[in-house]
């Protein structure tokens, strides 16, 4: 079955520890990236790699780091979580960037992170 | 930077009624996507258009991509219960990688 998995799907960490959310795609992907979700802002794009070794900032990439290593995983790392980052965050994947009419974008299921 | 305007923010509809949902962009978008989200789960793709004006069908939803590729709506017709979800539309422009999310459309349907 073709899906995105994210782990841990919940998380309550606490100011300044470090962390990491785990992100695989079985689907021989090469576009992964990864999203926050806030109420009243929708969804935004933190970072995002077109391959391999090919990582770039989104719209709101302060505090994250990333790493694509191999092609179907993309964590995404919080070197020190703050409360300003508790959110609910999605990672996706789609076999290019280039957003053809018969491409589609998978949604991981989500990671809730709360950080005290 | 390039804004996506959707509206409305909440829709109310029985069960049988249309609804439909607009976005509109403050730059010509290169491509727009439909995602719809159910309480508690992921968003899901439903549809990317690129084409100036074009019109496509997915069963009882229809999606159009405006001729200035500014605005896009989505329409449902008879609405159904399993409709109910928040959809999320999303542009980009230019050869930007980043997409634009609109704020999205809640649709709470009454049987």
């Known amino acids: 079955e073709a899906q995105v998995t994210q782990n841990p799907r919940y998380l309550i960490t606490v100011t300044g520890k470090k962390l990491t959310v785990t992100c695989s795609q079985n689907m021989n992907h090469e576009y992964m990236s990864w999203y926050r979700q806030d109420p009243g802002l929708g969804l935004r794009q933190i970072y995002y790699?077109?391959?391999?070794?090919?990582?770039d900032k989104g719209d709101v990439p302060e505090g994250y780091k990333v790493s694509r290593k191999e092609k179907r995983n993309f964590p995404l790392i919080l070197e020190s979580p703050s409360p300003n980052q508790t959110s609910l965050y999605f990672c996706?994947?789609?076999?290019?960037?280039?957003?053809?009419?018969?491409?589609?974008?998978?949604f991981g299921p989500g990671t809730r992170l709360t950080v005290l | 930077g390039q804004q996506v305007m959707q509206i409305p923010q909440y829709q109310h509809v029985q069960e049988g009624e249309d609804f439909t949902t607009y976005c509109n962009s403050s730059?010509?978008?290169?491509?727009i996507q439909w995602y719809k989200q159910r309480p508690g789960g992921h968003p899901v793709f439903l549809i990317q258009?690129?084409?100036?004006?074009e019109v496509k069908k997915q069963k009882r939803l229809t999606f159009q991509f405006g001729e200035a590729k500014k605005n896009s709506s989505l329409h449902i017709t008879a609405t159904q219960t399993t409709d109910v979800g928040t959809y999320f539309c999303?542009?980009?422009?230019?050869?930007?990688?980043?997409?634009?999310f609109g704020r999205g459309t809640s649709l709470i349907v009454h049987p």
């Open positions: 996706a994947s789609s076999l290019s960037d280039r957003f053809s009419s018969t491409d589609t974008q998978y």
């Open positions: 730059t010509t978008l290169s491509n």
């Open positions: 790699s077109m391959n391999v070794e090919v990582t």
């Open positions: 999303a542009g980009r422009s230019g050869g930007s990688y980043i997409p634009t």
């Open positions: 258009l690129v084409k100036s004006g």
